[in-house]
């Protein structure tokens, strides 16, 4: 059973442009979590799937944002028009319903210069 | 409102037990959680427990439990080199989504 991935591990972009992530969740869990987190500090939620509908999405997720679950498996997190303050690790985590445990991919650490 | 704090630091000897402590505001939470991060990593999940236990003993970790005051705390016995990291306590609620709130983190230094 492989764990929870994410691609990229490392992503460095200029302000102002476009970033793309991607998440796999482990095989068959059907909730998949977006989380945010800055040097120094615990993540915080961002949005959540269950199967593919995104039911629930935190005030930190600004209209540049934007995740999609397709077909209720992989999870892409876009950022439109970066800014420096975008600069974070962005945290995937999936979990199967009912169970409540979450289990947390590596990261993409994204640095806007 | 929603609120995790946590002590930033501790330092222990190799062999000593670490007892790291934990604060919560949300009375309505349903499980409280320990996850473990090395540096450049994701979290792992060491261990939880649900709010209307007391205590939860796994190997080397015991997780204390007080509602009434809202504290958690992890207890490692015989500390190791290889569990120095940030350890981050959690607390979801079972509204549906469970999605956690993550107190900002104890650096453990464990010094041989």
């Known amino acids: 059973d492989t764990g929870v991935s994410q691609d990229p591990r490392h992503k460095i972009t200029k302000r102002g442009q476009n970033v793309t992530f991607r998440c796999d969740p482990i095989?068959?869990?059907?909730?998949l979590y977006w989380y945010r987190q800055t040097l120094g500090q615990g993540p915080e939620f961002l949005t959540y799937?269950?199967?593919?509908?995104?039911?629930?999405k935190s005030r930190l997720l600004s209209d540049r944002f934007s995740a999609e679950r397709p077909k209720g498996s992989f999870s892409t997190l876009e950022i439109q028009r970066t800014e420096q303050g975008d600069s974070a690790m962005y945290l995937c985590?999936?979990?199967?319903?009912?169970?409540?445990?979450?289990?947390f991919g590596p990261g993409t650490r994204l640095t806007v210069t | 409102g929603e609120d995790v704090e946590q002590s930033l630091f501790l330092s222990v000897r190799e062999g000593d037990s670490s007892v790291i402590n934990c604060t919560y505001t949300?009375?309505?939470?349903?499980?409280l959680y320990w996850y473990k991060q090395e540096p450049g990593a994701g979290l792992q999940l060491l261990t939880y427990?649900?709010?209307?236990?007391d205590m939860k003993q796994d190997q080397r970790l015991t997780v204390l439990l007080n509602k009434k005051d809202k504290h958690l705390s992890l207890r490692i016995a015989d500390t190791q080199t290889g569990d120095s990291a940030i350890y981050f306590c959690?607390?979801?609620?079972?509204?549906?989504?469970?999605?956690?709130?993550f107190g900002s983190g104890t650096r453990l230094l464990v010094r041989p």
């Open positions: 985590a999936s979990s199967i319903n009912p169970e409540h445990e979450q289990y």
């Open positions: 959690a607390e979801s609620i079972e509204d549906s989504s469970y999605k956690l709130i």
């Open positions: 949300d009375s309505s939470s349903t499980y």
């Open positions: 427990i649900f709010s209307n236990m």
């Open positions: 095989s068959e869990h059907n909730r």
């Open positions: 799937f269950q199967n593919e509908a995104q039911l629930e």
